[in-house]
């Protein structure tokens, strides 16, 4: 477990009570705990697990909250998981990419929670967002946006997530999605070679998740070099225990590699304009997800704008549209914990 301190000085009497928010993804599992006040969660500290480590979320809480207790005397009854995965019951769900289910009620019973609801990943996500500060995003387009327009995130990481915001007269509410799961469009032929190396042999067509995961990019790289654009870096990518961190890391200085993320940086722009047209996010949209923290200059490349925009009808649509990187990667735990505090409509002092 790695603990980090958001809060390093803080008053246990300050709070109302205590929340839990997780977030379980294919690559990393994240456990944060959150006082209460006024209806407002602070993020006071966070436990960070390794996903295929973990044969259960169970020990993963256990941890984290053994951790507030001997720490700071914190006890806590309620509290909301994000599944990186389609979550039809908020009981129980299977992550994606992890061999492992989430059980609400095993989770209920051991630590005698009064409650605990699973949502999926990019719902808790979107909860997050409005408790963002302006250092927390990274702006790649500007826009003009009115008041109440929907908004749209997307996120890139072992997988590829989705959620539409929409405005209910208090707050932005979000709704859950399995676009990244949606057939990547082919506009030529080498999109075409490109869908079918990414394939693999698959009868099933390429996706978007396929092209903008990291594994996507790792795939596009290996696409590339195969029509003969290996380099003298080759060798030392191929070894690289994170292929695809390898290649983030030389994108400027290696040609491969920096062609790489220029198809990656196109594929991720067709992608962002489909969603925002389908969604009619013009309220913004934010792109999550460790991909784009770390490679943020990527959404400011022309390919990835000339794509945005390119659009033969309704091009207003997404020229009025901003588009941020959050770099924040503590959204999701912080929008869990968010979800957490509305759970059941629950006052102050039900928190205990």
């Given at each position: 477990?790695?603990?980090?301190?958001?809060?390093?000085?803080f008053?246990?009497?300050?709070?109302?009570?205590?929340?839990?928010?997780?977030?379980?993804?294919?690559?990393?599992?994240?456990?944060?705990?959150?006082?209460?006040?006024?209806?407002?969660?602070?993020?006071?500290?966070?436990?960070?697990?390794?996903?295929?480590?973990?044969?259960?979320?169970?020990?993963?809480?256990?941890?984290?909250?053994?951790?507030?207790?001997?720490?700071?005397?914190?006890?806590?009854?309620?509290?909301?998981?994000?599944?990186?995965?389609?979550?039809?019951?908020?009981?129980?769900?299977?992550?994606?990419?992890?061999?492992?289910?989430?059980?609400a009620?095993?989770?209920?019973?051991?630590?005698?929670?009064?409650?605990?609801?699973?949502?999926?990943?990019?719902?808790?996500?979107?909860?997050g967002?409005?408790?963002?500060?302006?250092?927390?995003?990274?702006?790649?387009?500007?826009?003009?946006?009115?008041?109440?327009?929907?908004?749209?995130?997307?996120?890139?990481?072992?997988?590829?997530?989705?959620?539409i915001?929409?405005?209910?007269?208090?707050?932005?509410?979000?709704?859950?999605?399995?676009?990244?799961?949606?057939?990547?469009?082919?506009?030529?032929?080498?999109?075409?070679d490109?869908?079918?190396?990414?394939?693999?042999?698959?009868?099933?067509?390429?996706?978007y998740?396929?092209?903008?995961?990291?594994?996507?990019?790792?795939?596009?790289?290996?696409?590339?070099?195969?029509r003969?654009?290996?380099?003298?870096?080759?060798?030392?990518?191929?070894?690289?225990?994170?292929?695809?961190?390898?290649?983030?890391?030389?994108?400027?200085?290696?040609?491969?590699?920096?062609?790489?993320?220029?198809?990656?940086?196109?594929?991720?722009?067709?992608?962002?304009?489909?969603?925002?047209?389908?969604?009619?996010?013009?309220?913004?949209?934010?792109?999550?997800?460790?991909?784009?923290?770390?490679?943020?200059?990527?959404?400011?490349?022309?390919?990835?704008?000339?794509?945005?925009?390119?659009?033969?009808?309704?091009?207003q649509?997404?020229?009025?549209?901003?588009?941020?990187?959050?770099?924040?990667?503590?959204?999701?735990?912080?929008?869990?914990?968010?979800?957490?505090?509305?759970?059941?409509?629950?006052?102050?002092?039900?928190?205990?």
């Amino acid at each position: 477990m790695k603990t980090r301190i958001h809060r390093p000085d803080f008053d246990v009497g300050q709070f109302d009570g205590f929340v839990l928010g997780g977030d379980v993804g294919g690559t990393n599992t994240n456990i944060g705990v959150a006082g209460v006040k006024d209806g407002k969660a602070t993020l006071l500290y966070s436990a960070h697990f390794e996903s295929r480590r973990l044969f259960s979320l169970v020990p993963a809480i256990r941890e984290a909250l053994d951790y507030g207790r001997d720490m700071y005397a914190i006890d806590v009854c309620k509290g909301v998981v994000g599944v990186a995965g389609p979550v039809t019951d908020p009981g129980r769900a299977k992550p994606t990419n992890l061999p492992w289910t989430v059980d609400a009620g095993e989770i209920k019973r051991e630590f005698g929670f009064s409650e605990l609801r699973i949502e999926n990943d990019f719902m808790i996500l979107g909860r997050g967002i409005e408790s963002l500060k302006e250092g927390d995003l990274f702006s790649a387009k500007g826009g003009d946006p009115a008041f109440g327009d929907g908004r749209a995130v997307i996120g890139a990481g072992t997988g590829l997530g989705k959620a539409i915001l929409v405005y209910d007269g208090e707050r932005y509410r979000p709704i859950p999605s399995e676009g990244g799961h949606a057939d990547f469009p082919i506009q030529d032929q080498f999109d075409l070679d490109l869908a079918d190396f990414i394939r693999g042999g698959r009868k099933a067509p390429a996706s978007y998740e396929d092209l903008l995961s990291g594994r996507g990019i790792e795939g596009i790289y290996d696409f590339l070099k195969g029509r003969g654009g290996g380099t003298y870096l080759t060798a030392e990518i191929e070894e690289a225990e994170d292929k695809a961190a390898a290649i983030s890391k030389q994108k400027t200085t290696d040609p491969l590699c920096r062609e790489t993320f220029a198809v990656y940086a196109r594929c991720f722009g067709r992608c962002a304009k489909n969603f925002v047209m389908e969604a009619l996010a013009t309220g913004g949209l934010y792109i999550a997800g460790g991909i784009a923290a770390k490679n943020r200059e990527v959404f400011v490349m022309p390919e990835f704008s000339n794509e945005f925009l390119n659009a033969e009808k309704q091009r207003q649509i997404l020229e009025k549209t901003p588009v941020s990187v959050i770099t924040n990667y503590d959204v999701s735990i912080i929008g869990a914990c968010n979800a957490a505090i509305d759970l059941s409509h629950v006052q102050p002092n039900d928190l205990f």
